[in-house]
């Protein structure tokens, strides 16, 4: 199992350019999200979603889309980038059964992305 | 009030120091709880759940107590290695039938030799 791989690495945007975050897993997984998380912060969540079909916001969506097409894939795009969206990006996927709350999230390596 | 608190650190100790990080949780429907690490500049990875019960693994001894809303994580024998962020997270139920996942903003670290 690869887990969850992400690309690119590493990116640097110009502002007002666009780019998609590509995120994969392969562990049957039905939840994924995205996570951005600033130079010394916490991750704070931007989308996820509970399956194929199906999306939602997190607490700072804005400046992102996502779409869920398969089971594997969820990737984030960024429209007309900005320097504030400099930051890391995680995706991360988990299992969730009705009821119980007991499963972990298991992340990508991340991507860099700056934004001048 | 945030929803999941923790002493941002920096913790300072000497190898072989016992060291120990709590971490509070503001919703009382709070199901599951976890403490993962992070190491500087890599994605988080789980270091192991916090059971009712309390668990060991090894140095590491994670305990829950649910009357005070609260979860600690105590590391004995401290190695350089375990530097590190170290994140708690709580899972919460939510009245759409799923759940939720909080992360703290993390504990830091850093084990001198």
């Known amino acids: 199992n690869a887990g969850v791989t992400q690309t690119p690495k590493f990116r640097i945007l110009k502002i007002g350019q666009s780019m998609t975050l590509q995120c994969t897993q392969d562990?049957?997984?039905?939840?994924m999200y995205w996570y951005r998380q600033d130079p010394g912060m916490g991750l704070k969540l931007i989308y996820y979603?509970?399956?194929?079909?199906?999306?939602d916001k997190g607490e700072v969506p804005n400046g992102y889309n996502v779409s869920r097409s398969t089971t594997e894939d969820f990737p984030l795009r960024l429209e007309l980038a900005a320097p504030s969206q400099t930051s890391v990006y995680f995706c991360?996927?988990?299992?969730?059964?009705?009821?119980?709350?007991?499963?972990?999230?298991?992340f990508g390596p991340g991507t860099r992305l700056t934004v001048t | 009030r945030k929803e999941v608190e923790q002493d941002p650190g920096p913790f300072n100790v000497p190898e072989g120091a016992t060291v120990a990080f709590n971490c509070t949780y503001s919703?009382?429907?709070?199901?599951?709880f976890f403490w993962y690490r992070q190491d500087c500049r890599k994605e988080p990875k789980l270091l192991m759940s916090?059971?009712?019960s309390g668990n060991e693994d090894g140095r590491f001894t994670a305990q829950l107590n649910r009357a005070s809303q609260y979860i600690s994580l105590l590391i004995r024998d401290s190695k350089l290695s375990d530097s590190a962020t170290y994140l708690c997270?709580?899972?919460?139920?939510?009245?759409?039938?799923?759940?939720?996942?909080?992360f703290g903003a993390g504990t830091r670290l850093f084990v001198k030799a």
């Open positions: 562990m049957n997984h039905n939840y």
């Open positions: 919703n009382s429907a709070s199901q599951s």
């Open positions: 997270v709580v899972n919460q139920f939510i009245n759409t039938g799923g759940f939720k996942t909080i």
């Open positions: 916090v059971y009712s």
């Open positions: 979603s509970v399956g194929a079909g199906i999306t």
């Open positions: 991360a996927s988990s299992y969730q059964d009705t009821g119980d709350s007991s499963y972990e999230q298991y």
